[in-house]
């Protein structure tokens, strides 16, 4: 590989990841080389595109905030380009004709058209396991918190129906006691993707009691055992207490988890989604819960974000719903940052490409 020792950088931040914490990154990434920074923060004023409406030119692109003009104006010259997701689409790779490498702050780097980059021999790196701690975190969370009722629980207090009920010449215990619910130890935990987050996801299961069944079709079944029991998808939806998925938005796994998935669970089962809205079909689930075909479901994340005011997830009481914050910590710009320096290190500073995700080569 050749990297000219005068280098054109170009530092794409936006309102999760900041463009100081990305040039505070680089200063170690690029140290001995002399080089000019152009830095350019993109506006979150909407949520990142995951429905494609918008016609930016690049259907492979997905996840971004702002626009492909906005890199396309000031990618002249440059050799380096930083963001966390800005839209990398095959036009603004064509003007960027000077670049090297491209640096994306986030585990899956969908708001780059990797195939292309690539086949301009564009070195790509990204920040894979920086949410591996909060999602893991989250997720565990969602198990107990609808295993114990803890949200319907603690409305009944707030609401102070504990109180009524209790101060009653003849106490009436009937909602007190629809609070109750399983004991953890040695209930079957299902866990849909074994990368990262799934691996620290069925550690933590098992250290609180759970019995973790994991299926992942593209590991050996020894590595799978490593972690939990190895089950095909239909005996881990079917057998399962709890199931959580942890698998990326790619187009085979789109309405991976259907009617026919919720169809086989069973109706004490709680379903568990902090990956991405596009893998379940959204209305099978509805209806899942609605019917009480299951037991309860948590969600982060739904096909359409930020969810309609009049979507039927709102009327259930049955389903725990967040607003995408699952991969959110306190120190995600800073975090972020840290791990792609971590990455691009060894490419600028020991020429290789052991940490580099698209060419190994």
């Known amino acids: 590989m050749d990297i000219p020792n005068k280098l054109k950088v170009l530092i794409v931040g936006d309102d999760w990841v900041s463009t100081e914490h990305l040039q505070s990154a680089m200063k170690d990434v690029l140290k001995g080389y002399e080089y000019e920074t152009i830095t350019h923060t993109i506006v979150m004023d909407k949520p990142m595109s995951r429905d494609k409406k918008d016609d930016i030119g690049d259907d492979t692109v997905n996840e971004y905030c702002g ?31 000077d670049l090297i490498a491209i640096g994306c702050c986030r585990s899956d780097a969908v708001n780059i058209n990797m195939d292309y980059a690539t086949k301009k021999g564009i070195y790509i790196f990204n920040a894979p396991g920086r949410s591996v701690e909060p999602v893991s975190d989250i997720t565990i969370t969602f198990a107990l918190a609808l295993a114990r009722n803890i949200l ?3 409305s009944y207090v ?13 106490p009436v215990w009937d909602e007190f006691y629809s609070f109750r619910g399983p004991v953890i130890k040695g209930k079957k935990f299902g866990v849909v993707g074994l990368g990262k987050i799934g691996k620290k996801v069925a550690e933590k299961a098992k250290g609180i009691g759970f019995d973790v069944q994991i299926y992942d079709p593209f590991l050996a079944k020894e590595k799978v055992e490593e972690y939990g029991r190895c089950l095909s998808l239909e005996d881990l939806i079917s057998s399962s207490d709890f199931i959580t998925l942890h698998i990326p938005p790619v187009e085979s796994n789109k309405n991976l988890i259907d009617e026919k998935m919720f169809g086989m669970m069973k109706p004490s089962t709680y379903f568990i989604n902090v990956a991405r809205g596009e893998i379940i079909d959204e209305i099978a689930l509805i209806n899942a819960l609605k019917t009480k075909k299951i037991a309860g479901a948590a969600l982060d994340v739904f096909w359409k974000e930020p969810l309609e ?15 995408h914050i699952a991969g959110q910590r306190y120190d995600v710009s800073e975090g972020s940052a840290d791990i792609l320096r971590e990455y691009m290190l060894p490419f600028f500073q020991e020429k290789s490409l052991r940490t580099c995700l698209n060419i190994k080569k």
Do not use: F
Request: proline fraction near 5%; charged fraction near 35%.
């Open 158 to 170: 707030r609401q102070g129906r504990w109180y009524k009920d209790i101060n009653r010449e003849e």
């Open 152 to 154: 319907k629980a603690d």
């Open 309 to 323: 005011l009049d979507s039927e997830l709102l009327k259930l009481d049955n389903v725990i719903l967040t607003p």
């Open 67 to 97: 626009t492909p003009e906005e890199i396309i104006d000031r990618i002249d010259g440059v050799n380096v380009l930083i963001t966390h997701t800005a839209p990398i689409t095959k036009q603004v790779i064509d003007a960027g004709k």
